[in-house]
């Protein structure tokens, strides 16, 4: 029983690939295009320096917190029972407002890094659907999933001219 089982399953799986059509693929380099796309390369710079910005503000709040711990370890001794506490909460007021501070950056970046290259990668998912029906690809991979291809299956020079050809036909990028 187990035998005939077994026997049917490998004829099975011998004849189903000959009964199944042949798919056509192809694979587009995503980080080459979005490095060549210049819509997508004006939005990477703009959010790096938002990062930069609070990166730097991030630093001037910790520099002056390392101040005012260093300024509270040299005069501790000296300080009285009632100083020393004014100057720890005030050390803990300014370590939460660093974390806070970090924490509402790292939201704020996330926002605006999903409203600024949400659009542009829909644009992408839009382009590479087109350059796939109009070629007739059945799939079309991101070649950084790939081990090795083919040159003749890279899409990717089709995909860019769709994202400038698309650029080109509306003044406001969309």
């Not at 005030?90 to 926002?111: A, M, P």
């Not at 350059?131 to 291809?149: E, M, P, T």
Request: charge should be negative; avoid cysteine.
């Amino acid at each position: 029983m187990k035998r005939a089982k077994r026997t049917l399953l490998l004829m099975s799986m011998m004849v189903l690939p000959l009964t199944l059509p042949a798919q056509k693929i192809a694979f587009v380099q995503v980080q080459s295009v979005l490095g060549e796309w210049e819509e997508y390369g004006e939005v990477a710079r703009q959010l790096e320096l938002d990062l930069r910005k609070a990166q730097f503000e991030f630093q001037g709040m910790t520099f002056q917190l390392d101040s005012l711990q260093g300024v509270y370890n040299a005069q501790q001794a000296m300080l009285s029972p009632t100083g020393r506490r004014e100057k720890e909460v005030e050390i803990v007021e300014l370590q939460k407002r660093v974390q806070e501070f970090q924490l509402n950056q790292t939201d704020e970046f996330s926002r605006k890094q999903m409203a600024a290259e949400g659009p542009l990668l829909e644009r992408f998912q839009l382009a590479v659907r087109k350059v796939a029906n109009d070629k007739g690809y059945d799939i079309i991979f991101d070649a950084a999933a790939l081990l090795h291809a083919e040159q003749v299956f890279d899409v990717t020079e089709d995909v860019l001219y769709e994202l400038r050809r698309g650029e080109q036909s509306s003044p406001d990028g969309n």
